[in-house]
């Protein structure tokens, strides 16, 4: 309830509630913390929580792509890399893929990713 009450108010204290009563098991006042900073353009603070959602519950396609989105705004390229590939693999649709090579390419690994495209493609 308090996460509802978050989104509802616009009020980061019921999330960090929510995260207390759950003794930091709840996905998703993790989740809506991280939208909340996201939102805020708080993207460090963004990518740490929607880490510790992940970490609870890594099948959320959406926070892996918030994810990669907070990361990508980060410029953190690495972590942009991890959530993008995971986002292919549950979704291979073609924003993903972008997002994925955008992302490889900032790190000038441009190969890299032409190299996991073809072994994907393959198997």
Not at 5 to 26: C, H, M, N, P, V
Not at 30 to 37: E, H, N, S
Not at 68 to 90: D, P
Request: hydrophobic content about 40%; charged content about 20%; overall charge positive.
């Amino acid at each position: 309830m308090y996460c509802s009450l978050g989104e509802a108010t616009r009020d980061i204290q019921y999330f960090e509630k929510a995260i207390e009563l759950s003794k930091g098991k709840s996905a998703r006042a993790y989740r809506m913390l991280a939208k909340y900073q996201f939102s805020r353009e708080q993207y460090q603070d963004a990518i740490v929580n929607f880490e510790k959602s992940l970490s609870i519950n890594s099948m959320q396609y959406n926070a892996w792509f918030m994810l990669g989105s907070a990361a990508f705004r980060a410029e953190n390229w690495q972590t942009a890399v991890k959530a993008f590939r995971t986002c292919t693999h549950l979704d291979p649709c073609f924003e993903n893929w972008n997002n994925l090579a955008a992302s490889h390419i900032k790190l000038n690994q441009k190969y890299e990713f032409l190299f996991l495209k073809i072994q994907i493609d393959y198997n």
